[in-house]
């Protein structure tokens, strides 16, 4: 069928072939899906699963675009790397939060 997107070619290897029989039935209850149509919904039911179940692989990416900005250095500790900052021992009027708004004056 004509289309305006640009076609890839797969080989259908025996390791292919063998995965495409065992996913068919979990793919669809509709017989009359092609191949082609089957690997492209794997590819796409592959990469959602992928997105979900590598949140950490995200955030090595942002930390890496982060590291590529000029004069900017990210956290070398993690905030759990910090035993004697305790939620229910911080002061207030010492937080961040009351310095942030120390700063920004009255508005």
């Known amino acids: 069928m004509p289309t305006a997107h640009r076609r890839i070619g797969v080989t259908k ?9 065992a996913t068919r039935p979990l793919l669809s ?3 009359a899906l092609s191949e082609a149509g089957q690997v492209r919904r794997l590819a796409l ?3 959602e699963a992928l997105q979900h ?3 950490p692989a995200q ?6 675009r982060l590291r590529q900005l ?10 759990d790397d ?16 009351a310095a942030l708004a120390w700063v920004r004056g009255d508005r």
């Open 13 to 21: 290897d025996p390791v292919l072939a063998a995965a495409l029989d």
């Open 53 to 55: 179940a590598h949140v």
């Open 70 to 79: 000029p004069g900017v250095r990210p956290a070398t500790r993690r905030i």
């Open 45 to 47: 039911i592959g990469a």
């Open 59 to 64: 955030g090595a990416l942002d930390r890496q």
């Open 29 to 31: 209850v509709d017989e």
């Open 82 to 97: 910090l035993p004697w900052l305790d939620a229910e021992g911080v002061d207030e009027a010492r937080s961040a939060s």
